[in-house]
């Protein structure tokens, strides 16, 4: 008896994902995938730091990093224009910014008292309210890069900050 052997020819691996988009673009949205139900009431908070590294989830989905890497964070950095009198805040934000979390930078002529004004701020897919103060790179891979300026025309000290924070869906 003759017994034969077939071999068959085999294909490339082939895989097909399907990206499934909420229809929402809340914080909760951005979190669900991180986080369980039963954390989202803890760990996965908006104020809460699921990772440790020293930045609140709610700042994480701000700026596109993961809530549950400690090794992903974001950089703020701050530099002053050529003539030395315009000040840079740069950071990175995510795209889509959740459409409840709102970017805020304010500036301050000291750090001694509560003195900080508003100088632009944005919520979700809104725009700058002060857009001459913004300077917004390409997105890529869900990040933006921003460059805030304030001209320090006065005091001789000028000092930035910018705050995340979370209101309900309008
Ligand atoms: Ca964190």
């Given at each position: 008896m003759q017994s034969r052997k077939r071999t068959r020819q085999r294909s490339p691996a082939e895989a097909t994902f399907t990206v499934v988009s909420s229809a929402g673009n809340t914080y909760a949205d951005w979190a669900s995938p991180y986080f369980s139900p039963t954390e989202m009431a803890t760990?996965?908070?908006?104020?809460?730091?699921?990772?440790?590294?020293?930045?609140?989830n709610g700042i994480e989905s701000a700026m596109g990093t993961?809530?549950?890497?400690?090794?992903s964070r974001a950089t703020i950095t701050t530099d002053m224009g050529t003539n030395g009198s315009l000040l840079h805040l740069r950071f990175q934000r995510a795209e889509?910014?959740?459409?409840?979390v709102t970017l805020t930078v304010r500036t301050s002529p000291?750090?001694?008292?509560?003195?900080w004004t508003l100088l632009t701020q944005k919520t979700g897919s809104g725009a700058w309210s002060?857009?001459?103060a913004v300077v917004e790179g390409t997105a890529a891979g869900g990040i933006v890069p921003v460059a805030v300026h304030a001209l320090s025309?006065?005091?001789?000290h000028l000092f930035m900050r910018l705050e995340v924070s979370q209101a309900p869906p309008p």
């Open positions: 760990i996965g908070a908006f104020t809460a730091d699921a990772d440790g590294d020293g930045i609140p993961h809530p549950r890497q400690a090794s889509p910014l959740p459409s409840d000291d750090l001694g008292s509560d003195n002060t857009p001459a025309a006065g005091p001789s």
